[in-house]
Nanobody, 116 residues
Framework: QVQLVESGGGLVQPGGSLNLSCVGSGFAFSNFGIRWYRQAPGQERELVAGISATKGWTHFGDAAKGRFTISRDNGQNTVYLHMHNLKPEDTANYLC?????????WGQGTQVTVSS
């Protein structure tokens, strides 16, 4: 059974940091690119960051550049999103997406709330 499970969300004050994790199982995780998306109520889903399967190439959405980093540990079937200098506009449900060719898997997300 294919699963992607996100964790690490929560409530954080503006300027704070959070580290999100995405753990995959039931498929060849190391062969899949991984992307983080986020979606706030009433808004379109937005690409946050992505990392390639084996070479570790990364890319970031405009909102994440300079503040977020992404990394992966294929031995642990895990991708991490390290978020720094968080802003209230970063509040959203953060979802993990594994993709390769015609395969496309999604997790349920982890909620991040940035508020004082």
């Amino acid at each position: 059974q294919v699963q992607l499970v996100e964790s690490g969300g929560g409530l954080v004050q503006p300027g704070g940091s959070l580290n999100l994790s995405c753990v995959g199982s039931g498929f060849a995780f190391s062969n899949f690119g991984i992307r983080w998306y986020r979606q706030a109520p009433g808004q379109e889903r937005e690409l946050v960051a992505g990392i390639s399967a084996t070479k570790g190439w990364t890319h970031f959405g405009d909102a994440a550049k300079g503040r977020f980093t992404i990394s992966r540990d294929n031995g642990q079937n895990t991708v991490y999103l390290h978020m720094h200098n968080l802003k209230p506009e970063d509040t959203a449900n953060y979802l993990c997406n594994a993709f390769r060719s015609e395969w496309d898997y999604w997790g349920q997300g982890t909620q991040v709330t940035v508020s004082s």
